[in-house]
């Protein structure tokens, strides 16, 4: 029930960051904004621990400043799967630095807030 919760969360994050970032496109079924959130959510999972391994001793200069820039990396992964050249799933940007990383960000910062509301088990 967790996991369902977790990838609905990141869905409405998704949701916010499109409505607020200029330059970050949604253009598809509500379903497939879940499976953006399911892809992101992998990625989260299993590509971003081994970047911020390889980054560490950049993340530890810029004091962790850095851990936006692999979110944006993050996002911008997910964005490219979700491109209509490959899954074809609507979610679109216009160019990688200020949309995505925009974007990234407000998603981090509402899910942290749902996050406060939603039940621990």
Request: a negative charge; zero cysteines.
């Amino acid at each position: 029930m967790r996991l369902i919760i977790g990838i609905l969360v990141t869905a409405l994050s998704i949701w916010v960051a499109v409505a607020i970032v200029p330059g970050l496109e949604f253009d598809g079924p509500w379903w497939a904004l879940v499976l953006i959130a399911l892809i992101l959510s992998i990625i989260n999972a299993v590509v971003k621990p081994i970047v911020k391994l390889l980054s560490l001793p950049v993340v530890i200069l810029t004091l962790g400043l850095f851990l936006l820039v692999i979110n944006a990396l993050m996002l911008s992964l997910t964005i490219w799967l979700a491109a209509p050249e490959r899954l074809d799933l609507g979610l679109t940007s216009e160019g990688f630095f200020w949309s995505t990383f925009l974007g990234a960000i407000v998603i981090s910062i509402v899910q942290a807030i749902v996050n406060i509301f939603v039940e621990d088990d």
